[in-house]
């Protein structure tokens, strides 16, 4: 049972290049969200979905866009890429009784 | 505005030592509670879930508390071990069709032989 898939596990880009990150989930969760993690902020919204062709803004959206085409999918995307998006991202998805799990994260860098 | 604060930001204690970790909300409409469990390059891993009604849940070595009056839980860990060592998150959510959950920033916890 895979649960929450996050790829790539690493990544290092140069300012203004582009990438997709991929989290997959397998457990027919509705809700799934893009989250980011730096130190002493603790763990910040993206973007999130309620559901398979819906997207919305979270705490912190700029900089990036996110797709939910398949209900299992969710990709977010860094068009233009900046180091001050040097971060760690995690996908999470939310069962019905209202627990999020998580994937083992994606370490990027901006250089 | 929904807000989450946990205290202490960082704790160092003794392998064998009992530590209670703090958190204070103030989220309303309050659903659950919920503290997670996240080792370093890992994602977070559910501990515990509080409901309103629940003052006191345990799980194993891990036993959670609720005031919902003060709206402050306690996570405390009895006889630590190196394996505690680790992030713990409190993530509260609330009712009436929210689909967001609201973070604490966590405490790092340091368990030292």
């Known amino acids: 049972n895979a649960g929450v898939t996050q790829t790539p596990k690493f990544r290092v880009l140069k300012t203004g290049q582009s990438m997709t990150l991929l989290c997959a989930q397998d457990?027919?969760?509705?809700?799934m969200y893009w989250y980011r993690q730096d130190p002493g902020m603790g763990l910040r919204l993206i973007h999130y979905?309620?559901?398979?062709?819906?997207?919305a803004k979270g705490e912190v959206p700029d900089g990036y866009n996110v797709s939910r085409l398949k209900k299992q999918n969710f990709l977010l995307g860094l068009e233009s890429a900046a180091p001050s998006q040097t971060s760690v991202y995690f996908c999470?998805?939310?069962?019905?009784?209202?627990?999020?799990?998580f994937g083992e994260g994606s370490r990027l860098t901006v250089l | 505005k929904n807000q989450v604060e946990q205290s202490p930001q960082s704790l160092i204690i003794l392998e064998g030592k009992n530590c209670t970790l703090q958190?204070?909300?103030?989220?309303?409409?309050?659903?659950?509670l919920r503290w997670y469990k996240q080792d370093t390059g890992r994602g977070p891993v559910s501990l515990t879930i509080?409901?309103?009604?629940?003052n006191t849940k345990s799980n194993g070595r891990y036993t959670a508390t609720l005031d919902a009056d003060t709206k402050q839980s306690s996570l405390h860990i009895t006889a630590s071990q190196l394996s505690d060592s680790a992030s713990y998150i409190c993530?509260?959510?609330?009712?009436?069709?929210?689909?967001?959950?609201?973070f604490g920033r966590g405490t790092s916890l340091i368990v030292h032989p």
């Open positions: 999470a998805s939310r069962a019905y009784t209202g627990e999020l799990f």
């Open positions: 457990m027919n969760h509705e809700y």
């Open positions: 979905s309620v559901g398979e062709g819906t997207t």
């Open positions: 958190c204070n909300y103030t989220v309303s409409p309050f659903s659950n």
């Open positions: 509080m409901t309103f009604s629940e």
């Open positions: 993530v509260v959510s609330a009712s009436g069709g929210s689909y967001i959950p609201t």
